[in-house]
């Protein structure tokens, strides 16, 4: 495989990385949500697969498996074992309507590529063009876990957050050294569990998942005392 | 002179191949549906036997309603015939520029608006609402998924920009993708294909095009049905033209243009099974999910666009 090829495929993967965060905002149902989180993350893992094969970096293949195993499967399945057991598996429910958030996300989109210009003159990389688009995507992501009023959906949003943030790695360094992925893995993996358990807890505690109605029980706590 | 020649059989060829192209799709349709279907000829036979009919006018029919039949259909045909189908350069295709064809058929367009509103039925004014707000998302969303090819041949023409196709090594742009993809979701509803509108419904609530026809008859139905079948094949041909031309002949010769008619009709079959079998596995759309569709192509199409300034132009 030539660079200039295996470039174009990683350009090409960057391209379908903007397009299924922007799918990410623009989902109606929970569950197509956990869908397009999915394959958010079979990408993010077949794109390492990528550039370890291209830039000879042996310890990428790790982490694509890695990335494989537990974006790509085990965080959905997760996620989708507590929707099954909460039954919020219905609609999601945007701050905004989505017409207005599609065009918001484009404006962070625009605002990216923007500030990323002048920094990738400086890079030689061969993956330096997708930098702008991971960082549109982690500001996507982000806008996700701004406009959605139930705490599921804004977890992730998180993970997306995370993804996209992995992808940069990817971009700008060929991938941070494997003791620092492996690190951060776990973390997620952890931060996962934890947002499971919590979940059940608010849900216990609250009867609801929706923001509004957690902050608004804590300011009638706080009245009471 | 030979290329004025091969300049009217292409036109020609355009207006006479539409009603085939009708026919070829609903004959694929049927088939996918288990149906024998009518045949490819059925739309021919259709048109014949509408202009043999007479005419009825609605008593209070204004010189719009009796105009706006050969509008349609001349403005749609002088759309179809500068579009580059088999040759690149002819005497034509300087007009050949997106942005005047775009403009041929919303002249076309508002004229059908008019027109359905004209008589004062309700169906007509519904159909008339419909496709002005659905065409208002539509034009944009077209224009955009264009444009993102335009800017990199530096034209809206559409020979220069097949012309930059062709001379530009082949490369896996993602822009370009995400353009035909736009595309292909614009030329579905502009043509009133499936999940948009049902060009066979005869239910009132579900309509949008047949809405406006329904007060037409004879002649004038004819060229209405006409022009829209004609509408259909320049879309197709501004897809093949875009996003796929390999295979248009570059020379105003006889084996070059018999070549380059074989690959066109081919492309051309291609792309109808796809829309025939997409039309046969969706259903259609809820009207006010419409909107949100052609958002969808106008994001696409936007993306394609930012996509091409960073990866492709960039450095």
Known sequence: ?225 | MSSVFFQCFQALLMVLLAPLVAGFLSTVKARLQNRHGAGIMQPWRDIRKLFAKEVVLAEHASWIFRFTPYVVFTATVMAASVAPALLLHTPLSLTADVIALVALLALARFFLALAGMDIGTAFGGMGSSREMTFSALAEPAMLMSVLVLAIGAHSTNITTMVTHTLTTPLLIQPSIAFALAAMLMITIAETGRIPIDNPTTHLELTMIHEAMLLEYSGRHLALMEWASMVKLLLFATLIIDLFMPWGISSEASLIGVALALVIWLFKLMGLLIILAVFETSLAKLRLFEVPQYLGTAFVLSFLGLMIHYMLEVGV
């Open chain 1, 1 to 225: 495989m030539s660079a200039s090829f295996a470039q174009q495929i990683i350009d090409g993967m960057a391209a379908l990385t903007l397009l299924i965060s922007f799918a990410l905002l623009a989902q109606h149902r929970m569950l197509s949500v956990l869908h397009w989180f999915a394959a958010q993350g079979l990408l993010l893992a077949a794109t390492a697969a990528v550039v370890a094969y291209s830039s000879g970096e042996h310890e990428l293949y790790i982490s694509a498996i890695m990335t494989f195993l537990l974006k790509g499967l085990l965080l959905p399945w997760m996620l989708w074992r507590v929707i099954r057991k909460l039954h919020v598996h219905r609609e999601v429910e945007p701050l905004m309507n989505s017409g207005l958030t599609v065009i918001i996300a484009i404006t962070v989109t625009l605002f990216a590529f923007h500030i990323i210009q002048p920094i990738e003159v400086t890079s030689d990389l061969m993956t330096r063009n997708s930098m702008a688009i991971a960082t549109a995507c982690v500001l996507l992501s982000m806008l996700m876990m701004i406009t959605r009023k139930k705490a599921i959906t804004q977890v992730i949003g998180f993970l997306a957050v995370e993804n996209s943030l992995f992808f940069a790695a990817i971009g700008a360094t060929n991938g941070m050294p494997l003791v620092v992925e492996i690190g951060i893995a776990f973390d997620v993996l952890i931060a996962a569990l934890i947002f499971g358990l919590f979940f059940f807890q608010i849900r216990n505690t609250f009867d609801s998942m929706e923001i509004d109605t957690l902050n608004a029980s804590l300011i009638h706590k706080d009245e009471d005392e």
